[in-house]
């Protein structure tokens, strides 16, 4: 009983450690996407309508891992328009944030 009980601690403590795990890397894909958010917003107001080709394949690499149908809706941008990847990174964004669990009825 006792080392069933061990075992179900042990067990607990490698649950937690994949969470916070998965929680750190979360926000730090967020901070990556806020900071490229911030510097494309930066060039749509400073009237500078294309994302350098160098940025856009930064991002191509980070979604490409994150999810491949924002990496292709990037990829298909070949003008490298600064709205449409602001709304690609936005996309992306939205779908790291973490969902509420669903209620089982």
Do not use: Y
Not at 1 to 21: G, K, N
């Amino acid at each position: 009983m006792l080392s069933q009980a061990a075992i179900e601690i042990h067990r607990c403590h490698a649950l937690e450690e994949q969470r916070q795990r998965q929680s750190k890397d979360c926000r730090r894909q967020m901070r990556q996407l806020d900071a490229w958010l911030n510097a494309v917003e930066g060039m749509l107001e400073g009237e500078q309508r294309t994302v350098p080709e160098q940025l856009v394949k930064q991002i191509a690499g980070f979604l490409r891992a994150v999810d491949p149908k924002l990496h292709r809706a990037l990829l298909r941008n070949r003008s490298r328009d600064a709205a449409r990847v602001l709304d690609v990174i936005f996309n992306a964004q939205e779908s790291l944030v973490p969902r509420p669990a669903e209620v089982v009825a």
